[in-house]
């Protein structure tokens, strides 16, 4: 019944999600294990306000799920690559500069440093290993700080403390959030500023090289939303492939947006393309969609994770099956002069004649118990039928303001005061606090399969 229905739409020329029902929670086999991270992990610096080291006097737990991979497998041991993201930070007022006012975001650790990892799993469960920062050419790290504005990877974020007292910003900064081995010593990286493609040589933590929308990356990428770059990074036969996490925003004209760009790029040729990804219709805003992360089984397949909160209220976790076999290359590729992304319906991008990547839904990861927003990591070990999955715990912090909900109706300065739209000076304090301890646990879980992956693909 699923062939025939996958035969029809593709007579149909339809190149969609098909309907099939994913695998239940009786079909399958679930490893939970909580990540044991030693203390000397913690993130912890002189730079931290005392009122922040009050709020957590061993240092904030270490994150690692923004990424995952596999690294080794042999005599009964699992090690994985993990990676963490831009650092501690926390949701915070608007900034104003004189007349201006932007987005900020507060850093409670500004000299922070993003960094790689691995994870060592056995039948005593998983442990983290190893840390190793990303650094520029010269070694010295890099921060997770934003990129100024005006320049190629700008969020238009003020990065603050937590006293809402400005920071600088870093033009080599980065935000990872997806990570893969390449298999000669080096890792690819993808990042959400940019967004960028990083390689990173595996010892030493040193990026090699950075693509960027127009340096080597199709210009198109910087229309991507603020902290929704890259999610996903993958590698297959010496090409890369990075997932755009939500639709593109252009010039405020694309809210009805139905896909996500999937861009291939070759390391050898330094060619690129680029497909479309459809969404699920299950959002109140297109925007709404966030991918989670991307994996290559070869011969143009992929699993990838989409997730976030539906209209109905109900948060989804879902891996979903992608096949580029057939599908359309979006590069140079405009509708009456007007980028795709402005064709509001699947329909309409296939009467233009584009064909959207295919895509089946084989797992929804809370019909097995996963609790947690963010599941950002995915990889799949050796026999092809076990999944390990893993989620990040945004450093185990929130941001508070007494009852405040929306922080763009508040507006802070450099009087460290923080008001109202109408200039009103607040009592309530800006903090960073402790998540509850079940929010800031790293889990890894191995999730079997009944069959091999490859043989879902019947679609």
Same mark, same amino acid.
């Given at each position: ?13 339809? %190149? ?5 029902? #994913?695998?239940? %929670? ?10 044991? !991270? ?7 610096s002189d730079a931290m306000s005392a009122e922040v080291k009050a709020a957590f006097p061993g240092g904030f737990p270490q994150s690692l799920g923004s990424g995952l991979a596999l690294? !080794?497998? @042999? %005599? ?9 993201? *831009? ?5 915070? #007022?608007?900034?104003?500069? &004189?007349?201006? *006012? ?5 850093f409670p650790v500004p000299d922070f440093a993003p960094a790689f990892g691995v994870v060592e799993v056995s039948e005593e469960g998983a442990r983290l290993l190893e840390m190793q ?28 403390? /937590? ?5 600088? +910003? /870093? ?30 040589? %595996? ?37 890369? +492939? ?17 896909? !996500? ?30 991918? &989670? ?19 109905? &209220? ?14 359309? /290359? ?7 002069? @007007? #980028? ?33 927003? @963010? ?8 026999? *092809?039928?076990?999944?390990? !999955? ?22 802070? /300065?450099?009087? &460290? ?12 304090? +800006?903090?960073?606090e402790a998540q509850a301890a079940s929010d800031s646990r790293s889990r890894l879980w191995l999730v079997k399969l009944p069959k091999k992956v490859d043989q879902y693909f019947g679609?």
């Amino acid at each position: 019944m699923k062939l025939h229905r996958a035969l029809l739409a593709l007579s149909l020329g339809y %190149a969609s999600t098909l309907s099939a029902a #994913p695998l239940t %929670a009786e079909e399958v086999t679930v490893r939970r294990l909580q990540v044991q !991270v030693p203390s000397t992990f913690a993130v912890k610096s002189d730079a931290m306000s005392a009122e922040v080291k009050a709020a957590f006097p061993g240092g904030f737990p270490q994150s690692l799920g923004s990424g995952l991979a596999l690294k !080794v497998a @042999k %005599a009964g041991k699992l090690q994985f690559w993990v990676l963490n993201d *831009r650092g501690p930070n926390g949701d915070s #007022p608007l900034w104003q500069d &004189g007349t201006q *006012r932007m987005s900020s975001k507060v850093f409670p650790v500004p000299d922070f440093a993003p960094a790689f990892g691995v994870v060592e799993v056995s039948e005593e469960g998983a442990r983290l290993l190893e840390m190793q920062p990303l650094r520029d050419a010269q070694g010295k790290a890099l921060s997770g700080r934003p990129l100024p504005p005006g320049s190629v990877g700008s969020s238009l974020e003020m990065p603050l403390t /937590d006293r809402l007292q400005a920071l600088s +910003y /870093d033009a080599q900064g980065v935000d990872p959030e997806g990570i893969v081995d390449a298999g000669d010593g080096t890792l690819w990286l993808c990042d959400e500023y940019g967004p960028f493609l990083l390689q990173v040589e %595996a010892k030493t933590g040193r990026v090699l090289q950075r693509l960027a929308p127009g340096s080597g990356l199709p210009d198109i990428l910087r229309y991507r939303r603020p902290n929704r770059g890259f999610e996903g990074v993958a590698f297959d036969h010496g090409k890369v +492939y990075g997932l755009v996490q939500s639709t593109l925003d252009i010039e405020g004209k694309t809210e009805d947006a139905t896909f !996500v760009r999937l861009v291939e790029y070759d390391a050898r040729s330094k060619q690129t393309r680029n497909f479309a990804v459809p969404i699920e219709p299950v959002y109140k805003k297109n925007r709404d969609a966030k991918m &989670g992360d991307l994996l290559a089984l070869g011969q143009g397949r992929f699993l990838m994770v989409e997730q976030g909160k539906g209209a109905d &209220g109900v948060m989804r976790n879902s891996v979903f099956l992608l096949d580029l076999n057939g599908a359309s /290359d979006l590069q140079q590729r405009t509708v009456e002069g @007007k #980028p795709l992304e402005s064709i509001n319906s699947r329909q309409g991008l296939l009467s233009q004649g584009i064909q959207l990547v295919r895509k089946e839904k084989l797992l929804e990861m809370r019909d097995l118990g996963w609790m947690e927003e @963010k599941l950002e990591g995915i990889t799949l070990l050796p026999d *092809r039928q076990t999944l390990a !999955v893993a989620n990040d715990n945004d450093f185990g912090l929130k941001a508070s303001l007494g009852k405040q909900k929306d922080w763009e109706k508040v507006v802070a /300065d450099s009087s &460290g005061q923080v008001k109202d739209l109408s200039g009103k000076v607040l009592e309530e304090r +800006y903090k960073i606090e402790a998540q509850a301890a079940s929010d800031s646990r790293s889990r890894l879980w191995l999730v079997k399969l009944p069959k091999k992956v490859d043989q879902y693909f019947g679609f």
